[in-house]
């Protein structure tokens, strides 16, 4: 088993927004593998499938941003996995370009308060993450407004790009291809990596 954790907000007012991006890679990947996400349970929505031969629990935790590690360590406890191995957290990042992705096998916080919170409540930083860019904040822009805004047309399109990457990377590291994963959607872009 394998959980797949998407960050997010719940409500409608959340929807689509920067913040989100998490929860909307889970509903890629729910669309795509015909994952239902009809489970609540664990302080989240929940789906049960198979991504190429590999059992999955898909997860949106429900606790809002701030406490998503409340929900994750529920489900990793109940199903007795080890985080370093068997979970892997999609977010939204602010240091990367729209739609890039960096993968990582484990890492800081780097300010995001979802994945302080999985860190505090896991305790190790060690689980394998995709970090999906939303764009930096522009200059005089309060962050809370920055994550919690939508995207312009043009950026929804290169997201959509990112998700279907997200969706990609996260089939390779559930089949234990986290190398794998990292050398193909880790794209360097004008010499700065992404």
């Known amino acids: 088993m394998f959980i797949i954790a998407g960050l997010g907000n719940p409500s409608k007012e959340y929807e689509k927004t920067r913040h989100n991006v ?15 996400m009809d489970i609540k349970k664990h302080r989240a929505y929940c789906g049960k499938g198979v991504i190429e031969g590999q059992k999955v629990l898909l997860l949106k935790p429900q606790t809002f941003m ?8 529920s489900a990793v406890e109940f199903y007795k996995l080890d985080p370093d191995e068997e979970l892997l957290v999609i977010y939204d990042d602010i240091s990367l370009d729209v739609g890039q992705l960096r993968i990582r096998k484990k890492g800081s916080a780097g300010g ?4 302080k919170n999985i860190i505090a409540h896991l305790g190790s930083n060690v689980f ?3 970090k999906v860019g939303v764009g ?3 200059k005089g822009y309060d962050l809370a407004d920055y994550v919690l805004g939508h995207f312009s ?12 990457k997200a ?16 050398n193909a959607f880790n794209t360097k872009v004008a010499g700065k990596e992404n």
């Open 153 to 164: 047309k043009t950026e929804r399109v290169q997201m959509e790009e990112g998700y279907d």
């Open 112 to 115: 995001h308060n979802g994945i």
């Open 66 to 73: 701030n406490l998503s590690g409340e929900s994750i360590r």
């Open 22 to 36: 998490g929860f909307d890679v889970i509903d890629k990947i729910a669309d795509k593998y015909g994952i239902a």
């Open 136 to 138: 930096e904040k522009p």
């Open 167 to 182: 969706v990609m990377a996260a089939a390779r590291i559930v089949q234990g291809d986290v190398d794998g994963a990292m």
């Open 128 to 130: 394998p993450r995709i």
